[in-house]
């Protein structure tokens, strides 16, 4: 096995990751500030991809189409909030579990009625398609590479946002302490609207970013959600920091075990039951890394202790 | 208001009375539709004994009720194609027996729901709801991936399985043994809430701290909780795949495993027959809505909705008042 494709599958795990950390980014943050579990983030996910798809589609401008994803995205995590969501945050998890689930059937239900049950298609732009040269002679897609670039500047830009600005001082205020943070007189609702609708644009550009490297289609947005889950079981609620390490391990993990396991196992057996063995090892890999977090640090790698 | 106790009965009647009527009509589609309900109660009775009597939100259990299926696939499909499920360690053959097949269903799915309760139970609240959801996934795409038994296509079964003494392919017939086992799980869930263990398992869920006080384990007694809540969902899959005669990846999926945490909701949690209701009333809609609207999620979408956020205590808690139930 060459140097050049253990490299590519490592940038495909980074790339994985990244989109991930899109997604585990914006629930930490809900869940951090807000205390709230929110299985709709999936739905926000595949909101921007369709609203990408279709701007993309009218106008054949992808930036347009990336603009579109986040406007669409925001809007929608807003209005949700102001209508749903904030019924919610006094309530139970189950509560908040049902009522999210609720929600996924309206949304998916609803863009199926909209945009038909047929998966729409996203193009990769001119300027962004063909391989890049990177250093050491290795062939990279260029997409994934502006993907990978573009998720790391948006991480390093919410570190900031979290550490240095003042709506970063009143996100870990609120984390902390949600009365005395109303007390000093900031509109706790309206931060609570603001982060809502921060976490589903970010999870809208991701819905976008991935729906031009797979087909954008209903209940797209579900499975992604469950690994943004296990990110954040593996990294800590809560912890920008956690979410990033924890995608990026996930990424990794998902991506290198279902190519080198099947691989590895060929030494042992013989070919054929080598891939159906290792496939299906491979597609409980992460789970597996899961338990042994949960086994080693139940609260995650950078959970707050108990 | 009515009595918790008279509602239940009249749950009951309507359980009865509707299949035997379909029976003498000649619709037989009516009685596959109560046999499906039935199922489904029985997998939300299950769920509620984790969620209702331990407090624990589990988002998982479509994974007991996939393995039950697989259970019965596995099984019946060996037995049809007459080769072994196993020679190593020692010959296992297949089976087309009803009560064997329950047997193997239980006895799986007690047993994942043992691992991934050990697992899972090391955490609580929100980290509980997502590991469980999780390993749900793991099930699902561990099923697609295995070749062996169909993969991503499924495994179809070409004759129900046998009960002894029964002809199970007529519907009735079919239909009395889900409500049979169905009975048989409410009258456990019944002693089970009343028994000490059910008392100690209510005291854990309300305040660990003192269950611990007095030399209980709280985590024990949950995992306990977690483990006969699996088993009962994994039976219930092995019927389902039954009522079928087709298993697939399907069963795992994570939108099963809300649906049943719906029956539960809609129905009451913690009501001993909240998830018969609820499952009478999502078949019935899913019958009704589904026949005149390609897109009837979304109504139901709407009414949970509006369940959770104004209608505390589900369809039981509405009609009964709040006396009664567990919180």
């Known amino acids: 096995m060459s140097f050049a494709l253990i490299a590519e599958q490592i940038l495909n795990g980074v790339q994985f990751g990244i989109m991930l950390f899109l997604m585990a980014a914006g629930l930490t943050l809900i869940f951090g500030v807000m205390g709230l579990i929110n299985l709709a983030h999936g739905s926000l996910f595949m909101v921007g991809a369709f609203a990408a798809a279709a701007v993309a589609g009218a106008t054949g401008s992808f930036l347009l189409a990336l603009l579109a994803a986040l406007t669409a995205a925001a809007i929608a995590g807003a209005l949700v909030e102001l209508v749903v969501i904030r019924r919610l945050y006094g309530k139970d998890h189950l509560d908040q579990v049902l009522a999210t689930f609720a929600l996924i059937l309206i949304f998916s239900e609803g863009t199926r009625w909209l945009f038909g049950s047929f998966p729409l298609y996203l193009s990769i732009p001119s300027y962004l398609s063909g391989p890049i040269s990177l250093p050491g002679g290795i062939e990279y897609s260029l997409y994934r590479t502006a993907l990978i670039a573009a998720g790391l500047v948006i991480a390093l830009g919410l570190g900031l946002m979290i550490t240095r600005t003042r709506i970063g001082v009143q996100v870990r205020a609120g984390e902390n302490d949600r009365e005395m943070i109303a007390a000093l007189g900031i509109d706790i609702s309206k931060l609570y609207t603001l982060i809502f609708a921060l976490g589903a644009a970010l999870a809208g550009l991701a819905g976008a970013l991935v729906g031009a490297i797979q087909s954008v289609q209903v209940g797209m947005g579900e499975p992604v959600l469950i690994l943004a889950f296990v990110v954040i079981v593996i990294g800590g609620i809560g912890s920008i920091k956690g979410a990033l390490i924890g995608s990026i391990l996930v990424g990794l993990t998902d991506t290198l075990g279902s190519v080198f396991l099947p691989q590895a196992l060929r030494l042992v057996m013989d070919a054929s039951s080598a891939t159906a063995v290792g496939s299906s090892i491979a597609s409980m890999a992460i789970y597996i890394l899961m338990g042994v977090v949960l086994i080693w640090r139940p609260t995650g790698l950078f959970g707050a202790r108990f | ?327």
């Open chain 2, 1 to 327: 208001m009515i009595k918790e106790r008279h509602l239940n009965m009249a749950l009951i009647v309507v359980c009865v009375v509707i299949p035997v009527w379909a029976h003498l009509a000649d619709e037989p589609f009516i009685i596959t539709l109560m046999t499906r309900a039935a199922i489904f109660a029985l997998a939300a009775v299950g769920l509620n004994i984790a969620l209702g009597l331990g407090g624990l939100v589990s988002l998982g259990h479509a994974a007991f009720f996939g393995l039950g299926g697989y259970a019965m696939g596995i099984s019946a499909f060996h037995a049809q194609t007459f080769t072994p499920v196993a020679e190593w360690p020692f010959l296992i053959e297949g089976t087309k027996s009803m009560p064997a097949i329950w047997l193997i269903s239980v006895a799986v799915s007690a047993f994942a729901a043992t691992i991934v309760g050990i697992l899972s139970l090391r955490t609580s609240g929100v980290y509980f709801i997502m590991i469980t959801l999780a390993f749900g996934q793991m099930f699902f795409y561990f099923s697609i991936s295995w070749p062996t038994y169909g993969g991503e296509d499924g495994l179809s079964v070409y004759v129900r399985n046998g009960f002894p003494g029964l002809n199970t392919l007529d519907p009735i017939q079919f239909f009395m043994i889900c409500f049979a086992i169905l009975v048989a799980a409410l009258a456990l869930a019944s002693r089970l809430a009343r028994s000490p263990f059910g008392l100690a398992l209510n005291a854990a869920r309300q305040a660990p701290q003192r269950v611990e006080t007095v030399g209980l384990d709280p985590n024990r007694l949950k995992l306990v909780a977690f483990v006969i809540s699996g088993a009962m969902t994994g039976l219930a899959g092995a019927l389902f795949a039954d009522l079928n005669r087709f298993v697939s990846p399907a069963m795992f999926s994570w939108q099963l495993s809300g649906e049943i945490m719906v029956f539960v909701i809609i129905g009451g949690v913690g009501r001993l027959f909240g998830p018969v209701a609820g499952a009478l009333v999502f078949v019935t809609l899913e019958h009704l809505l589904g026949g005149f609207s390609e897109f009837w999620h979304v109504h139901l979408g709407v009414l949970l909705l509006l369940v959770v956020l104004f209608g505390r205590g589900g369809l039981i808690g509405m009609i009964c008042g709040r006396e009664g139930s567990h919180d």
